[in-house]
């Protein structure tokens, strides 16, 4: 025998009803616009419908809405561009909620969650040797880098 099932759990909840409902609205929305822009006005008018917008609304309304949309994604972009610190700040490395390491911690015990200090990864990822970048201008006379 299969289970039975409640009364109050069959059946769509609101969630699935609207989403029901907007999706029929847009689909039928989407329909009538198709209809208004490319059937000529005869047909129109022979079916009662006397007052419609001109067609030029049929080719302006979706450039204004593209336009929009990019326009929106450009600005976004440019707030977070103006709200974002420049490279060379400090605040990209550290700000006033950093953990710094605690001093005295006990030598065998599990440290705490802190920030890794800027100079340890350095040294982490590129050693602690004193090796220079090369110059341009320690090329030799026929262009190419020295040998070491």
């Known amino acids: 025998m299969p289970p039975q099932v409640e009364d109050s759990e069959c059946g769509a909840n609101a969630t699935e009803a609207y989403g029901f409902v907007g999706w029929v609205t847009s689909t039928a929305a989407y329909v009538i616009f198709l209809l208004w822009a ?3 006005e005869q047909y129109l008018e022979d079916w009662g419908v006397t007052w419609y917008p001109r ?3 049929a080719v302006a309304t979706p ?3 593209c336009v929009t949309v990019i326009f929106v994604f450009w600005f976004y972009e440019s707030l977070n561009m103006l709200s974002t610190p420049a490279a060379d700040s400090l605040t990209t490395i550290t700000d006033k909620h950093a953990q710094l390491e605690p001093k005295g911690r006990d030598p065998g015990s599990t440290p705490p969650i802190f920030d890794v200090p800027i100079a ?3 040294v982490a990822l590129y050693g602690k040797g ?5 110059r341009a201008d320690t090329n030799t006379a026929d262009g190419r880098a020295p040998s070491r």
């Open 120 to 122: 340890r990864v350095c």
């Open 38 to 40: 490319y059937l000529p």
């Open 63 to 65: 450039c204004y809405i």
């Open 55 to 57: 067609k030029y609304w």
């Open 130 to 134: 004193n090796r220079q970048p090369r």
